[in-house]
Antibody
Framework: QVQLVESGGGVVQPGRSLRVSCAAS????????MHWVRQAPGKGLEWVAI????????HYADSVKGRFTVSRDNSKNTLYLQMNSLRADDTAVYFC???????????????WGQGTLVTVSS | EIVLTQSPATLSLSPGERATLSCRAS??????LGWFQQKPGRAPRLLIY???NRASGIPARFSGSGSETDFTLTISSLEPEDFAVYYC???????????FGQGTRLEIK
């Protein structure tokens, strides 16, 4: 069965960096686009980034552009999010998610990890 | 940039009642609209894709309808486990990005 397991969250000071990971299993990782979505405490869902199946295209939300970098290692079935210059408003649970293309070419986040909490605080 | 607006923000109903949740897009998204359910401390779960197709394992009491800018998620008869927060979602093709609505909290009356 499809499994996504995030790791690497924790408490980090403002201005510092952190990398979170997402280990995938149960499907051919190199065939699917992957996303990062975050959720601040008590708030709604916010999309963060997408990376193409082959890693050749990446796009980001304006709120993280220039600070966050998404990457993947298809040989290790792992997705990464490198977060630099962290701010207090980056505090959130970070979810990785796999997108699935529907028959009419819509894209949906069908599978999600359990999330990893990143807290930015001094 | 497409904006998704959900209404109401909170819906208070009793088990057995019918729930109707709305999602309005700021411009046409054709039928490319999904619905998610999220319970506290859990990841979101895909319920509906392409506006009206139930995802794998989703009970028949969940149904979706709509196209272009106006979409509805209906739960025909609420079960206790249905009380949660619901989000609509659209994925733009270019630039590729995902937009979520702000959510509707379905609470027990």
């Amino acid at each position: 069965q499809v499994q996504l397991v995030e790791s690497g969250g924790g408490v980090v000071q403002p201005g510092r960096s952190l990398r979170v990971s997402c280990a995938a299993s149960g499907f051919t990782f190199s065939n699917f686009g992957m996303h990062w979505v975050r959720q601040a405490p008590g708030k709604g869902l916010e999309w963060v980034a997408i990376i193409w199946f082959d890693g050749n295209n990446k796009h980001y939300a304006d709120s993280v552009k220039g600070r966050f970098t998404v990457s993947r290692d298809n040989s290790k079935n792992t997705l990464y999010l490198q977060m630099n210059s962290l701010r207090a408003d980056d505090t959130a649970v970070y979810f990785c998610a796999r997108e699935t293309r529907s028959d009419i070419s819509g894209y949906y986040l069908e599978y999600w990890g359990q999330g990893t909490l990143v807290t930015v605080s001094s | 940039e497409i904006v998704l607006t959900q209404s109401p923000a909170t819906l208070s109903l009793s088990p057995g009642e019918r729930a109707t949740l709305s999602c309005r897009a700021s411009q046409s998204v054709s039928r490319f609209l999904g619905w998610f359910q999220q319970k506290p401390g859990r990841a979101p779960r895909l319920l509906i894709y392409d506006a009206s197709n139930r995802a794998s394992g989703i009970p028949a009491r969940f149904s979706g309808s709509g196209s272009e800018t106006d979409f509805t998620l209906t739960i025909s008869s609420l079960e206790p486990e249905d009380f949660a927060v619901y989000y609509c979602q659209h994925r733009s093709n270019w630039p590729p990005s995902i937009t979520f609505g702000q959510g509707t909290r379905l609470e027990i009356k």
